[in-house]
């Protein structure tokens, strides 16, 4: 079974950077980056030691695997404008099926790091899930000793699953990562520092690590208290969108409880 050695990497957007950087810490060769965008693709070549290019056709064809790490609007353009010599490819796509590589070539996959990721923070990879999928076996077994170079938390997970992980992955991140959005618009809207919230948000979390999300739940729509809650809608006047979003997550958080509110 050839092991995966050398790399292309199709994107040059926050997975992909991450992706890319990660992999060639494992020691893997990462040939070329391929973005739309020559500046991009050139501003990750250089932090990888890679060629680069925005041009398809230019393309390699001699990768061990093809990386597609693109938003999912893009990926079946991407996928289709590139002639992947039936090589191995595999996107790194959430939600997306595996079969959307169908066209793309014989050998095809998944490879999926469940987390956040952002071009100017770094993440330790060794500890980030990352979710495979394989058309085959052998693909399956390339892929997870690729997964496990980076990983230590590597899991077969079908695309059906991985879409379900998809959308707890929404819930558990981008809502509350907007929620800290609006504390932050309302402290600084009110001549107060936003970082006064910080720990509260990192114990928050913590918490979650130990016990489960109801158990951790606090507050006043937990305890069913009426004043508070009625105060809090009325301080949100000027925020009408907000007093809204207050309403429905208290309502839920009481039923959740077995308490009523509003």
Do not use: W
């Not at 390339?142 to 230590?152: D, E, P």
């Not at 309302?186 to 489960?212: C, G, H």
């Amino acid at each position: 079974m050839k092991r995966i050695e050398k790399i292309v990497t199709i994107g040059s957007g926050n997975v992909a950077t991450h992706l890319a950087i990660a992999l060639k810490g494992a020691g893997k060769e990462i040939l070329q980056i391929y973005s739309r965008t020559s500046e991009n693709a050139k501003s990750l070549a250089d932090k990888t030691g890679a060629e680069f290019t925005n041009d398809p056709m230019e393309v390699r064809d001699d990768a061990d695997i093809y990386i597609i790490a693109v938003s999912d609007d893009a990926l079946p353009v991407v996928a289709g404008n590139i002639d992947f010599k039936n090589n191995f490819v595999v996107h790194t796509s959430g939600s997306a099926p595996m079969d959307i590589l169908k066209v793309s070539s014989e050998n095809y996959g998944v490879f999926y790091p469940l987390q956040t990721f952002s071009k100017t923070r770094n993440v330790d990879f060794s500890e980030i899930p990352v979710c495979i999928e394989a058309n085959t076996f052998v693909n399956g077994e390339r892929l997870k000793n690729l997964a496990i170079s980076l990983s230590g938390d590597v899991r077969f997970v079908d695309s059906e699953k991985r879409k379900v992980l998809h959308l707890a992955a929404v819930f558990a991140s981008n809502f509350p990562n907007f929620m800290y959005s609006v504390a932050q618009m309302i402290t600084e809207d009110n001549s107060l520092d936003f970082n006064i919230l910080k720990p509260l948000i990192l114990e928050t979390a913590m918490k979650v690590q130990d016990m489960r999300p109801t158990a951790a739940q606090t507050g006043p729509a937990i305890r069913g208290d009426e004043k508070i809650m009625k105060m809090h809608i009325e301080m949100l006047e000027k925020y009408p969108e907000f007093q809204k979003l207050y309403e429905v997550l208290s309502e839920m958080i009481g039923r959740e409880s077995g308490k009523t509110t509003g």
